[in-house]
């Protein structure tokens, strides 16, 4: 769903047990209001520094101790509301995650879970299933064209439409040095591009056949990454 105003995220999360918010601004813990500059806006959040535990990640990721460190604290009896914020969430990986999930099979008192993304696409479909995502409306990514070449889109929406006997002649195609120089980043750049029209269709229609497909893509695009066989794992892991 969406939110017109970043001042109202710590009263939607105040009513929400476990909240996703989609933006692409800076987030800081303040009482002061919202800051705008010429080239990028900060989000404060009016809420008391000390009821906040606020997580940030290490170099590009948010690592399983960290989320453990979530788990020690939540252990404290809360007599007033508590904010657990995960700053660039979408930087955890599959093992932080599923941590975090334990996090929330036994519901706290007093606590709110938040995390804060990017984008969706990178989420665990249990992760979004188990939260309420909010997008703010006067920056929606939803709404941005896909920001790569037309050619590429097609190819992307082929992908999202194939059968077995599609995927095999598609991945033949893909690894075809006479039309693709760099097969691997070709394909890693089509599937991305698939990924971001899926999860965009997911959160206008919750359809959750959306979100089934969607983890095939981000798997099948993690092992071409780390130089997986392509031809194998475009049939293999997108069937």
């Given at each position: 769903?969406?939110?017109?105003?970043?001042?109202?995220?710590?009263?939607?999360?105040?009513?929400?047990?476990?909240?996703?918010?989609?933006?692409?601004?800076?987030?800081?813990?303040?009482?002061?209001?919202?800051?705008?500059?010429?080239?990028?806006?900060?989000?404060?959040?009016?809420?008391?520094?000390?009821?906040?535990?606020?997580?940030?990640?290490?170099?590009?990721?948010?690592?399983?101790?960290?989320?453990?460190?979530?788990?020690?604290?939540?252990?404290?009896?809360?007599?007033?509301?508590?904010?657990?914020?995960?700053?660039?969430?979408?930087?955890?990986?599959?093992?932080?995650?599923?941590?975090?999930?334990?996090?929330?099979?036994?519901?706290?008192?007093?606590?709110?879970?938040v995390?804060?993304?990017?984008?969706?696409?990178?989420?665990?479909?249990?992760?979004?299933?188990?939260?309420?995502?909010?997008?703010?409306?006067?920056?929606?990514?939803?709404?941005?064209?896909?920001?790569?070449?037309?050619?590429?889109?097609?190819?992307?929406?082929?992908?999202?439409?194939?059968?077995?006997?599609?995927?095999?002649?598609?991945?033949?195609?893909?690894?075809?040095?006479?039309?693709?120089?760099?097969?691997?980043?070709?394909?890693?750049?089509?599937l991305?591009?698939?990924?971001?029209?899926?999860?965009?269709?997911?959160?206008?229609?919750?359809?959750?056949?959306?979100?089934?497909?969607?983890?095939?893509?981000?798997?099948?695009?993690?092992?071409?990454?780390a130089?997986?066989?392509?031809?194998?794992?475009?049939?293999?892991?997108?069937?």
């Amino acid at each position: 769903m969406f939110f017109d105003d970043p001042e109202k995220i710590i009263e939607i999360a105040r009513n929400t047990g476990f909240s996703i918010f989609v933006l692409n601004q800076p987030v800081k813990i303040s009482n002061k209001k919202t800051i705008k500059t010429a080239k990028s806006q900060t989000i404060n959040l009016a809420v008391d520094p000390k009821d906040v535990l606020e997580v940030k990640d290490d170099r590009g990721k948010i690592r399983v101790d960290q989320i453990r460190e979530i788990e020690d604290h939540a252990k404290t009896k809360a007599t007033k509301a508590q904010f657990i914020i995960v700053q660039n969430a979408e930087t955890m990986n599959e093992a932080a995650q599923n941590a975090f999930l334990k996090l929330l099979e036994e519901p706290k008192d007093n606590y709110h879970f938040v995390l804060f993304v990017n984008s969706l696409s990178s989420l665990l479909e249990t992760v979004l299933s188990r939260g309420e995502i909010y997008v703010l409306k006067q920056e929606n990514p939803l709404d941005r064209p896909l920001d790569t070449d037309d050619e590429t889109i097609e190819s992307a929406k082929k992908l999202l439409s194939a059968n077995f006997q599609d995927l095999t002649r598609i991945a033949a195609e893909l690894t075809d040095k006479k039309h693709h120089k760099n097969p691997r980043e070709d394909t890693k750049k089509i599937l991305a591009t698939a990924i971001e029209i899926l999860y965009k269709s997911y959160f206008k229609t919750k359809n959750p056949k959306f979100l089934n497909k969607l983890l095939k893509l981000i798997n099948c695009y993690e092992n071409i990454a780390a130089n997986g066989h392509i031809k194998l794992h475009l049939v293999a892991d997108l069937c």
